[in-house]
């Protein structure tokens, strides 16, 4: 099975912009959906972006469309997150995430669809 390996995450201003990206090592990585969620101090962990196996779908939270961007490329085993015009409100730990499918044109934003996840990276983001 793949085991995702985030990072990218730091501290930025208000307004800046941060790429955090997940490796997978080994494993069909294909055949897995990916997901980023958050979880910010004293909140609930919540889903960011997803994409589907086959690269071809995406979804995101309503707070983030339009200012992040998720992709992967399943020759590199990679997956991405772009994170532009970022808010204080953005600060939390991303989770990178991924989840065996047999429906590859499919996103899921339920984490329980994520059965492999990573350590997590911060992100912190300035007023």
């Known amino acids: 099975q793949v085991q995702p390996v985030e990072s990218g995450g730091g501290l930025v201003q208000a307004g800046g912009s941060l790429r955090l990206s997940c490796a997978a090592s080994a494993g069909s990585f294909s055949g897995y959906i990916m997901g980023w969620f958050r979880q910010a101090p004293g909140k609930d962990r919540e889903f960011v972006a997803g994409?589907?196996?086959?690269?071809?779908?995406?979804d995101y939270l309503d707070s983030v469309k339009g200012r992040f961007t998720i992709s992967r490329d399943n020759a590199k085993n990679t997956v991405n997150l772009q994170m532009s015009s970022l808010r204080p409100e953005d600060t939390a730990v991303y989770y990178c995430?991924?989840?065996?499918?047999?429906?590859?044109?499919?996103?899921?934003?339920?984490?329980?669809?994520?059965?492999?996840w990573g350590q997590g990276t911060q992100v912190t983001v300035s007023s």
């Open positions: 994409v589907s196996a086959g690269g071809g779908g995406t």
């Open positions: 995430a991924a989840g065996w499918t047999t429906r590859p044109w499919l996103v899921d934003t339920d984490s329980d669809a994520y059965s492999i």
